[in-house]
């Protein structure tokens, strides 16, 4: 199965109501959608 992973900006664009964005999720199905979370983890020091 093809994923399709989001980065950020995309996933900024589609909350604030993107139509190109919501129309290509609903093509190809939510469940298609993957998205990464990218943390920073403090330094102590």
């Known amino acids: 199965m093809i994923m399709y992973l989001f980065d950020t900006d995309t996933i900024i664009y589609w909350?604030?109501?993107?139509?190109e964005i919501e129309d290509k999720v609903e093509a190809v199905g939510l469940e298609r959608i993957a998205y990464s979370i990218i943390s920073q983890v403090g330094r102590s020091g």
């Open 15 to 19: 909350l604030n109501g993107n139509q």
